[in-house]
């Protein structure tokens, strides 16, 4: 079986940099070649495409969306009841450290049992969160 991860924001907004970092670049040609089970919650879509469209525009970030859904066997995951309660609980724990996306998020890779993939410092230490970190 192929390992599976979660992606945050930040490692799909660094793919699209002009210059990905090579950990980054490695990791979405192991989601191409099918290495690797990408799963993506809903909301994190949303909030790369706000960043795409800060740094680059709108247009630039509608080829990016299109690109990922196109070229990349990606899971997009949407919120259901235990995503939900489960995201609830996190954003009542860590409020002022946790937005609502990182709460999704990880609360997908502690239901799922998976790995978050993200560029996100200071997320608490969290019983079970196994994450993996990419500067930039």
């Known amino acids: 079986m192929k390992p599976q991860i979660c992606l945050d924001t930040g490692p799909i907004h ?34 790369v495409f706000k960043h795409l469209c800060i740094s680059n525009g709108r247009e630039f970030a509608q080829v990016c969306l299109n690109n990922l859904y196109e070229r990349y066997p990606i899971h997009i995951v949407n919120i259901n009841k235990s995503l ?33 993939h993200t560029t996100e410092k200071d997320i608490p230490e969290i019983y079970k969160l196994r994450t993996i970190t990419y500067s930039f």
């Open 84 to 116: 939900t309660m489960k995201a609830g609980v996190l954003k009542c724990q860590y409020r002022k450290k946790l937005s609502y996306v990182d709460c999704f998020v990880i609360a997908y890779g502690l239901i799922q049992g998976v790995p978050i």
């Open 14 to 47: 660094l793919n699209y940099s002009k210059v990905p970092p090579v950990k980054i670049s490695k990791l979405f040609d192991d989601i191409k070649k099918n290495k690797v089970e990408a799963f993506i919650v809903a909301p994190v879509l949303t909030e």
